[in-house]
């Protein structure tokens, strides 16, 4: 049977449209995926907080500071606190993978001693804004420390109170003490718990806007 | 011919669908489900050449292949199909490179780039052989 010349211009074109369209399917995966599964609820406690205390939608974030993901999520969820004020708020843990990211406990402890001068989310920001600055993976910064010193007299704070924070052990406890808590659940940075449920894959804002759209919604409807 | 051209559109066509995920998804978190440290690998000074990411250098690699099988099986024309041995090495042996970027430089793996990886290694081992083509002329 002759073949049509055609057909494999037809093949080709229908052959990138078929797999453009996997690979959409695929990326909205995270989009559609099921809600939260539970597991997460023990290692959704204290931390630091960011938004309204008593928020009615909480968002467990166990993060690394050196991690490119966690840079990427950054200002998705400062987007969510600034489109729900009061009703959502964040809690951020300390996860820092130190086998892969070699300036990731020092960031942690940079930013728990700037929480010491009380200014943990002034630090938290800047750490993850400048993490190209300190976190290159193929040139680790020779002195990460001096970096986040100069953090720190950006933002107001006391250098030497926060070089001796920095040091100190019991700076470094409430790290691992984040890391301790988060073992049981964190498979990977970030790992989000949201309203005590670990959140699957790493949705896309538009899942967070659509879960939060829905608590409200739900709560508006019960308080009728 | 044909088994291998079928063979080597399914492959291709796999290597579209992965390519093309990770060109929607730059910029944008990377789900890890297998490995850990897609971010820091796609993220990296190597995912990128001339400011292009890889993936793309990856898709018209795999469009090629794909265009080149297609037409061996729907129009019997082979000419393109043992071309593509050329392209098929240099992208096995950028991948290599790009395996041991993964494992002694940023010692972190993406699974995408690993399934890339794996794709290329069976292309490249599937494309006809120009020495084969040469021997089945004089036969």
Not at chain 1, 123 to 146: K, Y
Not at chain 1, 194 to 219: H, K
Not at chain 2, 41 to 60: E, K, M, Q
Not at chain 2, 93 to 107: K, P, T
Request: charged share 15%.
């Amino acid at each position: 049977m002759p073949k049509s010349k055609t057909t494999p211009f037809l093949v080709i074109i229908v052959g990138v449209l078929v797999a453009g369209g996997f690979a959409m399917y695929l990326s909205r995966q995270g989009s559609t995926s099921a809600g939260p599964t539970e597991g997460g609820s023990a290692a959704a406690q204290t931390g630091h907080v960011r938004g309204a205390p008593d928020a009615m939608i909480s968002l467990v974030e166990y993060g690394d500071y050196q991690c490119p993901t966690c840079g990427l999520y950054h200002p998705i969820l400062k987007e969510l606190l600034n489109r729900y004020p009061g009703k959502f708020k964040l809690q951020y843990h300390h996860f820092p993978l130190v086998q892969m990211h070699s300036n990731a406990m020092g960031a942690a402890l940079a930013a728990e001693a700037a929480a010491d001068q009380g200014k943990f989310w002034e630090m938290h920001d800047l750490l993850f804004d400048r993490q190209r600055e300190w976190g290159d993976l193929r040139q680790p910064h020779p002195n990460a420390e001096a970096v986040f010193v100069q953090y720190a007299l950006q933002i107001g704070l006391d250098s030497n109170k926060f070089m001796q924070s920095m040091r100190s052990p019991a700076t470094r406890d409430r790290v691992l003490a984040d890391v301790t808590r988060g073992n049981a659940v964190v498979k990977g940075t970030p790992t989000f718990i949201l309203d005590g449920q670990v959140v699957p894959n790493l949705p896309p804002i538009e899942w967070f806007v659509d879960y939060i759209e829905r608590r409200l919604a739900t709560s508006a409807q019960s308080g009728k | 011919m044909k088994k291998r051209a079928i063979s080597l559109l399914l492959l291709s066509f796999l290597g579209l669908v992965d390519t093309l995920y990770l060109g929607i998804k730059r910029g944008t978190p990377v789900p890890c489900s297998i490995t850990t440290g897609c971010e820091e690998v796609l993220n990296s000074s190597f995912s990128t050449l001339a400011g292009i990411p890889i993936s793309w250098f990856g898709f018209a690699f795999y469009l090629a292949v794909f265009s080149a099988a297609a037409f061996s099986v729907f129009s019997d024309e082979d000419r393109l199909l043992k071309w593509i041995f050329w392209p098929a090495l240099a992208a096995f042996v950028i991948s290599i490179g790009l395996v041991a970027v993964q494992a002694f430089i940023l010692r972190a793996y993406c699974q995408y780039c690993l399934v890339s990886a794996i794709l290329t290694t069976l292309i490249f081992f599937g494309s006809p052989r120009p020495g084969l083509r040469r021997m089945a002329q004089e036969t």
